[in-house]
């Protein structure tokens, strides 16, 4: 990629490549940063893919943050600790059965 020429229409290209290859229904979101050619493959791909979220430069800013997190050893760490917690709840029937009640409740209350 890097010998092309980064447009609009080329970077929408790469990316209607990726998504048709991994399936349009698999994905929720892509984050991007805010250059001005990118601003463009936005549109381009919003247009194709409706369903799919166009995310902006601030979660894209986080995406490098926490890529440098897990880069280092507490990060690895508390990665491997949220996979453990996240299988166990995907796994457990009656754990992830409570915990999206406990997430229901919560969000009620927060409403109120």
């Known amino acids: 990629m890097s010998e092309e020429r980064h447009t609009a229409e080329y970077l929408a290209e790469i990316i209607e490549n ?4 991994i ?6 979101a892509i984050v ?6 990118v601003q463009n493959v936005r549109k ?15 979660v894209h800013a986080i995406n490098l943050i926490a890529c440098d997190i897990v880069k280092e050893k507490f990060g690895d760490h508390l990665l491997r600790c949220v996979n453990t917690l996240t299988s166990f709840f995907k796994n457990s029937h009656q754990a992830g ?5 406990l997430i229901k409740e919560r969000e009620s209350m927060v409403e109120n």
Do not use: H, M, T
């Not at 991007?32 to 050619?37: F, K």
């Not at 381009?44 to 601030?58: G, H, L, T």
């Not at 059965?97 to 009640?101: F, R």
């Open 18 to 21: 990726l998504v048709n290859g």
């Open 97 to 101: 059965s409570k915990l999206a009640q």
């Open 23 to 28: 399936g349009a229904d698999r994905i929720l």
């Open 32 to 37: 991007s940063d805010n250059a001005s050619n």
């Open 44 to 58: 381009i791909i919003q247009e194709k893919f409706p369903r799919i979220e166009n995310i902006r430069y601030v």
